[in-house]
């Protein structure tokens, strides 16, 4: 049939009251494929919103912003199920719908009035009048489709309805790339297991893993050996996981991990795990392959803390992105974020026990190790900033080479070297393999240590 308008109704309405236009066909289409409905509104944030909602889950949606085009409308059109905001400039909706039940003989197809809230006396309005029910705009349009799904009385066509929605759904939670749940359901898990365990007084943890420099693979390799670096992380990913947890892909080349019932201890330790399952797997081909590090974000909600569902992800990105700063390729939980600079000393005997305390003063976090293995872990796993080592605590070959080291792999950090008396070697050691940044005469003098820090780290 012809496009419809409002001059052809002969409605005194302009043509912008109509958001959806019939028009002819090129074939005759299933009738159990078309479910039209008729919106009557004059809200029209509400009218976009459930217009769209509702073409989505299949049903064909004519939209009128007035009493008189939603009458005409229901006099010309055949409709399969009617929604009619109460709020009506004539009349209220249930007016509006006894009176196109009047002009339709009696008969109308199910109907569902909107209100701003649930009413007894409007809901007992309602049933008097023969409307299917009220439904309140602050429940959701899902819930709209929901109840006008169960409402149609032609099966066929709620069979339609219900195998456009599960087919949309199955899109929505599955990413066509990797095969994992995707990131609109990541969040709902993530929401369910957060209530859980709030409800269960049990621990839950989240993990966000990046492939670092991702974008060089992308520029570098281009977009489908990318690709094929994605799918591989996630199927190494999933074969280290338990049935419970829950890998997800979130974002463009970010994995997030729940995993319920795990504390801060047990994240990361299933977080070194991954690191070093991915570190083995083979990316690329025999004659291409694709060497890739990973980050790895760190967040927990302990037992009692009741961490907000959105928190715990944040937490976890911006352990991720604390961990790529760092340089990449390790595991870094949200607890070691506070904000202010981290400084390691090494070690924190009796005798240097002064090194700490002073310290401790500025505004600074420290963190103490009592081994030059801890010292090793602690500079790959936490965004340090600055390195205190004694010489006289783990001996001038261990300062040397830690800092050595720490000079190569993270030459960000500042470096400096404490000693009860710098002796030529090592002073040429220090300087020319080391590179440190400073030197600190031991026992420390009280101004000392705060005038290097506020030096190197907060100048």
């Known amino acids: 049939m012809k496009t419809?308008?409002?001059?052809?109704?002969?409605?005194?309405?302009?043509?912008?009251?109509?958001d959806y236009l019939y028009t002819e066909p090129e074939s005759e289409p299933d009738p159990s494929a078309v479910v039209p409905v008729l919106l009557l509104s004059s809200d029209s944030g509400f009218v976009n919103h459930a217009r769209r909602s509702l073409s989505r889950a299949g049903f064909t949606v004519v939209a009128a912003r007035s009493s008189a085009e939603g009458l005409q409308l229901a006099a010309e059109l055949r409709f399969d199920g009617l929604v009619i905001d109460y709020e009506q400039q004539s009349c209220d909706g249930i007016g509006l719908f006894e009176e196109i039940k009047a002009q339709n003989g009696g008969e109308t197809?199910?109907?569902?009035?909107?209100?701003?809230?649930?009413?007894?006396?409007?809901?007992?309005?309602?049933r008097g009048a023969g409307v299917a029910g009220l439904h309140a705009k602050s429940d959701g349009v899902e819930k709209l489709i929901a109840r006008l799904t169960r409402l149609l009385t032609d099966q066929a066509k709620r069979g339609t309805i219900e195998?456009?929605?599960?087919?949309?759904?199955?899109?929505?939670?599955?990413?066509?790339?990797t095969g994992l749940p995707s990131e609109i359901y990541f969040g709902r898990r993530l929401l369910g297991e957060s209530m859980t365990a709030a409800e269960d007084r049990s621990a839950v943890s989240l993990l966000m893993i990046v492939p670092d420099r991702f974008s060089r693979i992308v520029e570098r390799l281009g977009r489908c050996a990318a690709d094929n670096v994605l799918c591989e992380t996630a199927r190494t990913i999933q074969g280290e996981l338990r049935s419970r947890d829950c890998v997800a892909r979130y974002g463009d080349h970010t994995f997030a991990v729940i995993l319920p019932g795990?504390?801060?201890?047990?994240?990361?330790?299933?977080?070194?795990?991954?690191?070093?399952?991915?570190?083995?797997?083979?990316?690329?081909?025999?004659?291409?392959?694709?060497?890739a590090t990973f980050s790895i974000g760190v967040a927990s909600a302990d037992i009692g803390s009741g961490i907000p569902a959105d928190d715990l992800c944040s937490q976890a990105l911006r352990?991720?992105?604390?961990?790529?700063?760092?340089?990449?390729?390790?595991?870094?939980?949200?607890?070691?974020?506070?904000?202010?600079?981290?400084?390691?000393?090494?070690?924190?005997?009796?005798?240097?026990?002064?090194?700490?305390?002073e310290l401790t003063a500025c505004p600074v976090e420290v963190r103490a190790t009592e081994t030059l293995a801890e010292a090793w872990s602690a500079l790959k796993e936490l965004p340090v900033k600055m390195i205190v080592v004694s010489s006289s605590s783990v001996g001038a070959d261990g300062a040397t080479e830690l800092l050595a080291w720490s000079r190569e792999r993270l030459p960000t950090v500042k470096r400096v070297l404490a000693a009860e008396r710098v002796e030529l070697g090592l002073s040429l050691a220090a300087i020319n393999?080391?590179?440190?940044?400073?030197?600190?005469?031991?026992?420390?003098?009280?101004?000392?240590?705060?005038?290097?820090?506020?030096?190197?780290?907060?100048?």
């Not at 001059?7 to 912008?16: I, K, P």
């Not at 504390?263 to 570190?279: E, I």
């Not at 340089?327 to 202010?340: F, K, N, S």
């Open 163 to 177: 195998q456009t929605i599960g087919r949309r759904e199955q899109d929505w939670n599955v990413d066509s790339l």
């Open 109 to 126: 197809p199910p109907c569902l009035v909107l209100g701003e809230r649930e009413c007894g006396a409007l809901a007992s309005r309602c």
């Open 4 to 18: 419809r308008n409002a001059e052809d109704r002969g409605c005194t309405e302009t043509a912008w009251c109509l």
């Open 262 to 291: 795990a504390d801060s201890d047990g994240a990361v330790a299933v977080g070194r795990r991954l690191r070093l399952a991915l570190s083995e797997t083979e990316f690329g081909t025999l004659e291409q392959p694709i060497a």
């Open 433 to 459: 393999r080391a590179g440190i940044d400073h030197f600190l005469s031991l026992p420390v003098d009280g101004a000392t240590l705060p005038a290097i820090t506020e030096e190197l780290l907060l100048s």
């Open 319 to 357: 352990a991720c992105v604390g961990a790529q700063s760092m340089g990449g390729g390790r595991v870094l939980a949200d607890a070691a974020l506070t904000g202010r600079p981290l400084v390691l000393v090494v070690s924190p005997t009796a005798a240097d026990a002064d090194l700490v305390t």
